[in-house]
């Protein structure tokens, strides 16, 4: 079973984000989608994208339960660190 798991889609039209999906499980009974990913990526230029706040919020909108193997904590913590790298790989935000 993962400790942790992070799935991002985006779509692009006109050198804009139509649509940016962004999916966070492994932490809870189900997954859990970031819908504020969405609103603070959507119309603007792929390299806008605020790819720290939405790991951001991904992290405080996240609770891990504590019947998976590994740190609550971490994971936790990891939830921000995966969700801005899994941004950067689908080409969202500044280059690192």
């Keep these: 079973f993962p400790m942790l798991s992070i799935a991002a889609s985006v779509e692009t039209r006109d050198g804009r984000v139509e649509s940016l999906e962004l999916v966070v499980s492994a932490l809870a009974a189900r997954p859990r989608r970031v819908t504020k990913a969405a609103e603070l990526a959507v119309g603007k230029e792929p390299a806008k994208v605020p790819c720290e706040e939405i790991a951001r919020f ?38 690192g």
């Design 58 to 95: 991904a992290r405080k909108s996240c609770t891990p339960l504590a019947n998976v193997d590994g740190d609550v904590k971490w994971r936790k913590e990891m939830v921000e660190v995966l969700v801005e790298r899994v941004l950067h790989r689908v080409h969202l935000g500044a280059p």
